[in-house]
């Protein structure tokens, strides 16, 4: 196989030069289509997906400015986080002011329902609109919501702000780590993510601390109040502070245009799906009979529609909601199922982690969430821990796989909790789990950032937290599910003349209030093992994702994230300085070919259609290349240094 890939100029006839697809196969590497094969498919809108915007003249702020905007997306991250968790202490108060207790599942639903699905779609956005912009609307719309949930007169009222809010939230967790990418290096990002992951492990396990204070010593609405001053800092700090040196509409397309690359019509199928699948989940064995035409038809309409929105991503394409081309790639698709994974494992352990101490130990919501801070101390040291240590080491998989076993023995353990387990059981447990959690937050967003090319980063990690939404939304449901049928099956074996349906309904921390008032005290032993029985079972399925996301991450390509400075703008080479995020290389046309699996990056061409030079430049490859064509190049460069040198090889 021949290497003779030397320095030319530019000409008008490319007859002679092989198309990427073809050195693709060469190297025996996944010929992805490249920017100038794809042409055509974009000519009517001008609108090409592969456009890089080169990095060459971008500067990053530093000093106070970079803290102010690190501070103002942590404080975003740990608002998202804060309103999936702190409503759950105050669901008592709510209901019993709108005496709605048949709404209580939409109070949740209605947030993750809307959050879930229209993560894909801020992708999007976030691609093809101004960055700023779009993440200050996406505030603007989670503190709306926010508003509308602390003045709600009525239950309606209070789901449609939940809703509304969760539409906000959507863009603001994607949105920090696509500001994050724009205003660090790669290879400074770990470090910011980590605290981005702390963040999130402070608000998910002090959530229902600060929603059983307010609901106990304030009222339940200030959980709402208390987001619009957060909020508001963090856009002030976003408007005065922030400046995104990258121009997401390079064409000056119309507004037409662009709203095109939007696909309306697959999150028009997507929201009614994943609906019925959580309501099938939600319903199922509790509500209804899993044999019901209920539950049935529920599961054959999310069928039917998923069937269609895979054929509209396909005829999408990259326009698509879920572009067809990032599950074509390895890491990329590992990514999201790791993220489905750690999702479905850590939403369920959190919730119902606090229901053992609040059932089993009978503690109040405030006194449960103190004993969570074994968990949530752990989260946070982890999670800031791992970001810096990867900053300086340059590879994350050893820390993802290391975390993984360490979540999925704590998770493990925490399934043989009883009845009186002492303090060192429940406190150890959840440091072990803890320890293993902090490195996931941002396991997945790392991967994509280290895969993709920069433009694409904002749709990937936008996809990537869309499966960890939906993995936590589809496995709190299926939680509860397993949790309900385990106690209504303790309760009906061991506990004659009281139906079920009694502690269902009830608060986890009333089982003992209960029993006394219906004089039952004799049977306490025997509801806390029913009790105990729905919780291991719903853990089991935290120790079972754990496990599920150790070996996904064990499929991980090894790729170092390389600090690497951009050349002079009028360089004469399009050498990988001027390529931040990914590893493309321009060969003969300027064709970017896909190498090492990352998805291919168009090179700088200064306003000119074709690269003045183009270089050859191998990137670290999969299978067997990883390891032989890097031994193979020092070799040559060892022997040969005057062919190598002519020959333009790194």
């Known amino acids: 196989m021949s290497l003779d890939f030397q320095q030319q100029e530019a000409v008008p006839d490319h007859s002679e030069v092989r198309s990427a697809a073809e050195c693709a196969a060469k190297l025996g590497l996944d010929p992805i289509t490249t920017a100038a094969e794809r042409e055509p498919e974009h000519a009517a809108t001008g609108v090409n997906p592969d456009t890089y915007v080169s990095d060459d003249d971008l500067v990053y702020p530093t000093g106070p400015k970079l803290i102010l905007i690190i501070f103002a997306l942590c404080m975003s991250v740990f608002l998202v986080a804060l309103d999936q968790t702190i409503i759950a202490p105050a669901l008592g108060t ?64 209070f789901i449609v702000g939940r809703a509304v809010a969760g539409m906000g939230t959507a863009g603001m967790f994607s949105g920090s780590v696509v500001i994050l990418s724009y205003t660090l290096p790669l290879r400074q990002r770990p470090a910011a993510f980590g605290l981005i992951g702390g963040m999130w492990g402070i608000a998910s396990v002090a959530g229902p601390l600060l929603g059983g204070a307010f609901s106990e010593h304030v009222t339940w609405r200030w959980c709402f109040y208390i987001n619009l001053p957060i909020g508001g800092a963090a856009i002030a700090a976003i408007i005065f502070f922030l400046h995104v040196d990258r121009v997401n509409n390079p064409h000056n397309l119309s507004l037409r245009t662009r709203l095109g690359e939007l696909d309306f019509i697959g999150t028009a199928v997507l929201i009614p799906a994943v609906i019925m699948l959580l309501l099938a989940l939600q ?35 990259d326009k698509g909601t879920l572009p067809p081309r990032l599950f074509k790639n390895r890491d990329v698709l590992l990514a999201m199922a790791f993220q489905f994974c750690f999702g479905a494992g850590f939403f369920a352990l959190v919730y119902y982690l606090s229901l053992y101490f609040q059932a089993i130990q009978g503690d109040s919501a405030v006194d449960a969430g103190i004993k969570l801070l074994p968990l949530l101390i752990a989260v946070v040291v982890t999670s800031v821990l791992t970001g810096g240590l990867i ?29 009186d387990s002492p303090t060192r059981v429940w406190f150890g447990y959840q440091v072990l789990a803890g320890l293993g959690i902090g490195v996931g937050f941002q396991a997945g967003v790392l991967v994509v950032q280290n895969t993709v090319s920069i433009e694409w980063v904002p749709q990937a990690t936008a996809c990537v937290q869309f499966f960890q939404s939906l993995g ?13 049928n385990g ?13 079920p349906e009694v502690f269902i ?17 004799q049977y306490l032993n025997a509801v806390l093992t029913a009790y105990l029985t729905g919780l291991r079972h719903s853990y089991y399925i935290t120790a079972a994702c754990a496990t599920a996301g150790f070996f996904l991450a064990c499929g991980l390509s090894w790729k170092k994230i ?14 990988p300085a001027t390529v931040e995020d990914g590893n493309a290389a321009a060969v003969g046309n300027g064709n970017a070919v896909a190498v090492g699996n990352v998805l291919p990056l168009a090179p700088h061409t200064d306003g000119y259609s074709t690269p003045k030079t183009s270089v050859f430049q191998p990137g670290p490859g999969c299978g067997i290349f990883q390891t032989t064509v890097p031994i193979f190049i020092a070799y040559l460069r060892a022997v040969y240094p005057k062919a190598v040198a002519e020959h333009c090889l790194p």
């Open 505 to 521: 309904h009830s608060g986890a921390s009333q089982v003992r209030e209960i029993l006394k008032q219906l004089h039952a005290e």
């Open 94 to 157: 709510i209901t019993a002011e709108f005496r709605s207790t048949g709404d209580i599942g939409w109070y949740g639903a209605a947030y993750l329902l809307s959050t879930t699905c229209l993560q894909p779609t801020f992708g999007t956005i976030y691609r093809v609109f101004d960055v700023k912009a779009t993440y200050l609307v996406a505030v603007a719309i989670f503190q709306i919501g926010s508003l509308v949930c602390a003045t709600a007169p009525t239950s309606n009222a």
């Open 472 to 484: 936590g939304s589809i496995f709190i449901a299926v939680a509860q599910s397993v949790f309900q």
């Open 283 to 317: 319903w199922g064995g509790a509500e209804y009979p899993w044999n019901s035409a209920k539950i049935i038809g529920l599961f054959c309409g999310f069928a039917g529609l998923t069937v269609i929105f895979v054929g509209i991503q396909v005829w999408k394409g």
């Open 562 to 575: 390389e600090k690497r400075k951009a050349g002079p703008k009028d360089a004469a080479v399009a050498t």
């Open 391 to 419: 900053s300086v080491v340059g590879y994350y998989n050893p820390f993802i796989l290391v975390c993984m076993v360490l979540y999925a023995i704590g998770a493990g353990m925490i399934t043989t909790f009883d009845i």
């Open 487 to 499: 106690l209504i099956k303790g309760i009906t074996r061991d506990v004659p003349g009281i139906p």
